[in-house]
């Protein structure tokens, strides 16, 4: 929702105060020179990028317009999964819970929370490093060490899509000085023509300009930082299920396990102690 403020905003600022100093909305509608910007953008996206990150870039843009990648819904179903799994492994062992984590779409366990089962890089990590904890006998600081560099990859990968973006913007300045120069080149062919024709050539050579400067600070931009922030909130779920093994790694109960996991969490979103217990009690 406030994407679409914002770009609302943007736009009937620009728009406004234009025609506020006497301009004329049709003279900034030139498609020519919209083409030979944005078509060139797109090109230079595709170029620098390699299929993966162009498709996983398309997949994160509705996140980052449309909504959050999290909430406290999410984040309250992620620590009453984190505490049912290892409140059985403490009741009936590590092992016990194997099956849970070799097929999760099966399990008894995860099929309880389906809007986590849907987010697949979630629950290969969670999966993944209590597979881990179930086969061998490392120690806390290891695990914990080795769960760090997991991250760190996948705060690596969930920016890519946001560093494309930026780039995308740098470049459209740029775009936009090429289709001005292109209409400088066709006013300079007009010469000796009409006035009028000459100023209306002009004109447009300009709009290209604008065109370029206005998408690159006004949205492009803006919007490789809000997919940055996307990023940002996913990392945090990480860093959740992180905490949660790191503790029951080194003892501690499944109610201490998943406070931990809890304090991790930025406090726009956390539930509150009183929520999570409540969650916790009603599954």
């Known amino acids: 929702m406030l994407f679409i403020i914002g770009f609302l905003v943007v736009l009937l600022s620009v728009a406004g105060g234009y025609i506020m100093h006497g301009g004329v909305l049709g003279v900034l509608w030139q498609p020519s020179e919209f083409i030979i910007i944005f078509g060139a953008a797109l090109g230079a996206f595709l170029i620098s ?36 799994i290892f409140n059985k492994a403490r009741r009936e062992g590590m092992m016990s819970i194997e099956g849970d984590i070799e097929v999760p779409a099966e399990s008894g366990i995860f099929t309880r929370y389906p809007a986590l089962l849907k987010d697949k890089r979630i629950i290969e990590f969670l999966t993944d490093n209590l597979r881990i904890m179930t086969t061998s006998n490392m120690a806390p600081h290891e695990i914990e060490s080795m769960i760090d560099a997991e991250i760190e990859t996948q705060m690596h990968e969930l920016s890519e899509p946001s560093h494309a973006v930026h780039r995308v913007a740098d470049a459209l300045p740029g775009f936009g000085i090429v289709a001005a120069v292109l209409g400088i080149v066709i006013t300079m062919q007009k010469l000796g023509g009409p006035p009028e024709a000459l100023g209306q050539s002009v004109a447009a050579a300009l709009v290209g300009t604008f065109v370029g400067i206005f998408a690159a600070y006004g949205f492009v931009g803006p919007m490789s930082n809000r997919l940055a922030s996307v990023a940002e909130e996913e990392i945090k779920m990480f860093e959740c299920v992180k905490a949660a093994i790191v503790a029951t790694a080194n003892g501690l109960p499944p109610q201490l396990a998943v406070e931990f996991a809890r304090k991790t969490l930025y406090s726009g979103e956390r539930p509150s102690f009183t929520e999570l217990d409540e969650h916790i009690r009603s599954r």
């Open 49 to 84: 990028n390699s299929m993966h990150l162009v498709k996983e870039t398309g997949k994160r843009l509705p996140r980052a317009i449309f909504g959050s990648a999290t909430s406290e819904k999410l984040y309250l179903d992620l620590l009453g999964l984190l505490f049912d």
